[in-house]
């Protein structure tokens, strides 16, 4: 079974100012782990995905996120905030390759606003 | 490439009635997969398919969802006697398994009110 909690619904910040959305997963497999990105009237965007490789993963954006295991955590960061990151933010945990790649339980999601 | 394309975009409709949804996914992606969204949440499962063939439909929510992907490129969801509670926004994702940087792409979704 595996689940996702992102720990708060909405996220705050200035423009320039660092981002950090924080994600937190059970997985009783080794898992894969996504972002994705969902503006307004648009199809949800992958930002960037661990696959047990590198823990500290690059994304688009200026977005990476850092796998760690002991932590079951696999938070996201862009060091400064442009206002078009504007957005609602999900992560997601899949079973590690196999059949049941691409089934994927996604957290409730970050809404992160950007102020001028 | 024009990305996944679902259709209707939106659907309002009574209560007890059926509705179907299309997705057309990326030309020549093997792996079609459903989701549902509901106000607040994040996408939740419910089916997918490898080509024409449904790997699993466990997650549907009720015997009223079914899902087809008859010649294993579009494919439709379909809910039968809807429910107020069905009201969501319905989702589609495709990918090519097994592809070098493997990647779902998701379509706009269906948004699904039931009055």
């Known amino acids: 079974a595996q689940s996702v909690t992102q720990l708060g619904s909405h996220v705050s910040v200035s423009e320039g100012a660092l981002v950090l959305l924080r994600c937190n997963y059970s997985s009783s497999v080794p898992p894969y782990l996504f972002w994705y990105v969902q503006y307004p009237n648009q199809g949800l965007q992958l930002l960037l995905k661990y696959t047990s490789a590198a823990t500290l993963v690059k994304g688009i954006n200026g977005f990476e996120a850092e796998f760690k295991k002991s932590e079951t955590s696999f938070h996201l960061t862009k060091p400064s905030a442009h206002m078009s990151d504007a957005a609602e933010y999900f992560c997601a945990v899949s079973p590690a390759g196999g059949t049941s790649y691409g089934k994927l339980t996604f957290g409730q999601g970050t809404i992160l606003t950007v102020h001028p | 490439d024009t990305g996944v394309s679902q259709n209707p975009r939106h659907k309002i409709t009574k209560r007890g009635q059926n509705v179907t949804f299309r997705c057309d996914p990326i030309?020549?992606?093997?792996?079609l997969y459903w989701y549902r969204q509901t106000l607040g949440q994040g996408p939740e499962f419910l089916t997918y398919f490898q080509n024409e063939a449904q790997l699993e439909k466990s997650r549907l929510l009720s015997d009223r969802f079914s899902a087809e992907r008859p010649k294993g490129s579009f494919s439709t969801l379909e809910i039968q006697r809807t429910e107020q509670g069905d009201s969501a926004m319905y989702l589609c994702?495709?990918?090519?398994?097994?592809?070098?940087?493997?990647?779902?792409?998701f379509g706009s979704g269906t948004q699904l009110s039931v009055l």
């Open positions: 994702a495709s990918t090519i398994r097994g592809a070098d940087n493997e990647k779902l792409f």
């Open positions: 030309s020549e992606h093997n792996r």
